[in-house]
């Protein structure tokens, strides 16, 4: 109490005008202010303008001329909602168990607006109350904004769902400021950029994938499409490319790079070893003996780089097929087959290059070892047992080169030295890269 006869001889003028000062102060938000008696069906304006107090005068009943205010302050499609809104018989049954009841309506004059009944008073019975209608048009402008904003974004990651359905990583990428914005990430990528202490541009990014995540013999065709100048030159906006590459475990990935905008690129990546060693199964492996096949050596063998060349045979072939059938030919290339698949490591190509020959490339396998590896696969063969054929003895001969080169380079090499070899059967003859017999 002391606090508010303080306030009131504080202020400069009479407590009359201060009030006065107050209530304007309170409704400088609202448009208009009235006092509605529903019992003695009267109106008191706190706050009003000509336009309202124009179509308040037209009404002959209070219910008249509230309906009156605001169907013409109401666009046409809000003009249903605020006619019930404003409807005064059923307004103590709407307040029964609220102080407060607005409605947000579209006006013509002020934009987006909000009627409010206040209660005013304890009465059981509602008599009296506060009726306000307040702009909101800057709240709802913004809302709408938001809206629009959520809306657009949602179309984005519409599109992005769209455009990278089944990859499993999804980086966004804005060549001006540089900025990777990581849409989508699989476990094994957030388990890489939790390494990463400060976010890298895009260029050093890629290039650290690359040199960590790609098999080095893919990483420049990788470094060429992901390259900003090559995206621009080849890829138009709103065009994609796919990109099939081995990652550091020699498992196929598939990268997909879409160009949303002048500026705007996405890359998404997706694991398609299981896929594409399914259909290159069907392709590149020979039925009979499950190993690659000639086509294999063709498409995708001949321009790789390796470090040993390696031609096998089977000693006196004709002759088994000859003499026993081309059954049990059949059956002495599955196991041939079979003991050189044993013998090799995963990053190593066994090719059955044409009947009972077979060509082996290595890699990253020194001369020395190329050697026990041969023997070993020598020897094996030496003790094959043809289920049905226990009478059919078996041995090989093996030719090869060792060094450093392309597969097609390095294969007249190899063949040279077979040829050594089958003179003298069952054997092993190896020599090195560009050496001139």
């Known amino acids: 109490m002391d606090n508010y006869k303080k306030l009131i001889a504080d202020f400069p003028v009479n ?3 201060f009030f006065t000062a107050i209530t304007h102060a309170a409704t400088e938000l609202y448009i208009s202010m009235h006092v509605l008696d529903l019992e003695d069906k009267t109106v008191f304006p706190i706050k009003s303008n000509e336009f309202i107090d124009k179509f308040m005068k037209c009404g002959s009943s209070l219910q008249e001329s509230l309906t009156n205010i605001m169907v013409n302050l109401a666009c046409p499609e809000s003009v249903e ?18 102080n407060v009841i607005s ?13 409010i009944f206040v209660r005013i008073g304890d009465d059981k019975k509602l008599r009296r109350v506060l009726y306000l209608v307040e702009n909101v048009n800057a709240q709802m402008t913004k809302l709408e904004q938001e809206k629009e904003l959520l809306e657009q974004n949602r179309k984005q990651q519409n599109m992005i769902n769209a455009l990278m359905n089944g990859y499993t990583s999804v980086v ?3 060549f001006v400021t540089e900025k990777v914005e990581y849409l989508r990430a699989s476990s094994r990528i957030k388990s890489a950029l939790s390494l990463i202490k400060e976010q890298p541009t895009f260029k050093a990014l890629v290039e650290q994938l690359i040199n960590t995540s790609v098999l080095e013999e893919d990483r420049d065709s990788v470094r060429e499409v992901t390259d900003e100048s090559y995206i621009k030159e080849y890829l138009p906006v709103g065009n994609s490319l796919s990109k099939i590459f081995h990652n550091e475990l020699g498992q196929y990935v598939e990268m997909k790079v879409v160009r949303t905008g002048e500026e705007t690129t996405l890359f998404g990546f997706a694991d398609k070893h299981n896929e594409i060693t399914e259909i290159n199964d069907k392709i590149y492996r020979d039925s009979l003996t499950q190993v690659m096949n000639r086509k294999y050596f063709d498409d995708e063998l001949v321009s790789q780089n390796c470090q040993a060349v390696v031609m096998a045979d089977i000693d006196f072939f004709k002759e088994v097929n000859d003499n026993h059938g081309h059954q049990c030919g059949d059956a002495a290339l599955t196991a041939v087959a079979s003991i050189l698949n044993s013998s090799v490591r995963n990053l190593d ?6 009947g009972d020959e077979f060509l082996i490339s290595f890699k990253g396998i020194s001369h020395e070892v190329l050697k026990i590896r041969l023997e070993q696969m020598r020897a094996k063969a030496e003790k094959i047992k ?5 009478n059919v003895k078996l041995t090989m001969s093996f030719g090869g080169t060792f060094g450093d080169g392309v597969v097609s380079d ?28």
């Open 15 to 17: 407590a009359a005008e």
């Open 81 to 98: 909602t605020i006619k019930n809104f404003t409807t005064l018989s059923t307004l103590p049954e709407r307040m029964k168990n609220a």
């Open 103 to 115: 409605e947000i309506f579209h006006g013509k004059i002020h934009g987006w607006s909000k009627a």
């Open 172 to 174: 966004g990428v804005d």
């Open 349 to 354: 190509r066994i090719v059955r290059y044409g």
């Open 386 to 390: 043809l289920k049905d054929y226990p």
């Open 410 to 437: 390095m294969l007249s090499y190899a063949d040279k030295a077979l040829y050594v070899s089958k003179k003298k059967r069952n054997c092993v003859t190896l020599v090195p890269f560009e050496e001139n017999f």
